[in-house]
């Protein structure tokens, strides 16, 4: 079974640019995530898709980030433009939950953003 | 205080000790409950969920206390490879099943 897939997997920017991340999560997955993780924290929920409707993007600073996921597959994260404190790993995991039961998520590699 | 609070470690410990990690939470609603495993720049796997009666995997096992709100994992018989950072994971149905991360604990097992 393929994983949930990212790219890039780095990239570097210098501030007030924009930048974007590609997901394609687990096939059959109907919930998507992206997440936020600095440096010797744990993941931040940025904002989760179930199909392609949000069901919560209440942590996404939607002054400078923004995600879709059109077609309910794959997805977009973008950030514009971006700030030095937005250098973090972003994860996207991927999850075939039923609502009311333990889930496991899937996570993709991530990408390492540096912004300068 | 943090909804989900972990001892950010690290903890040293020789190969072959037993290791016992902690984790408190502060919504008693909370429903669910993992612990994920997190090595070096790399994204977290899911280490084993943990169920109200505990449960137990090999070298691992799990424990929940409702009534005091926390987790536990215990590792025995340590081995290098167990070197890795592991968060402790909580879900309520209130939050809509957002899953609240931890900071994580970090382990460094010793030869």
């Known amino acids: 079974e393929a994983g949930v897939a990212q790219s890039p997997r780095y990239k570097i920017i210098e501030k007030r640019q924009s930048v974007a991340f590609w997901c394609n999560p687990i096939s059959g997955h109907a919930t998507l995530y992206w997440y936020q993780q600095i440096l010797g924290q744990g993941p931040k929920l940025l904002i989760q898709f179930q199909n392609n409707g949000v069901v919560d993007d209440s942590q996404l600073p939607k002054d400078r980030f923004s995600a879709e996921r059109l077609k309910g597959v794959d997805s977009t994260l973008k950030i514009q433009p971006a700030k030095l404190e937005d250098s973090a790993v972003y994860l996207c995991?991927?999850?075939?939950?039923?609502?009311?039961?333990?889930?496991?998520?899937?996570f993709g590699p991530g990408t390492r953003l540096t912004v300068t | 205080r943090k909804e989900v609070e972990q001892d950010p470690g690290p903890f040293n410990v020789p190969e072959g000790a037993t290791v016992a990690f902690n984790c408190t939470y502060s919504n008693s609603a909370s429903q669910s409950f993992f612990w994920y495993r997190q090595d070096c720049r790399k994204e977290p796997k899911l280490l084993m969920s943990v169920y109200s009666s505990g449960n137990e995997d090999g070298r691992f096992t799990a424990q929940l206390n409702r009534a005091s709100q926390y987790i536990s994992l215990l590792i025995r018989d340590s081995k290098l490879s167990d070197s890795a950072t592991y968060l402790c994971v909580v879900n309520s149905e209130d939050s809509n099943y957002q899953l609240i991360w931890g900071a994580g604990t970090k382990l460094i097992i010793k030869p």
């Open positions: 995991a991927s999850s075939s939950r039923i609502a009311g039961t333990s889930y496991e998520q899937y």
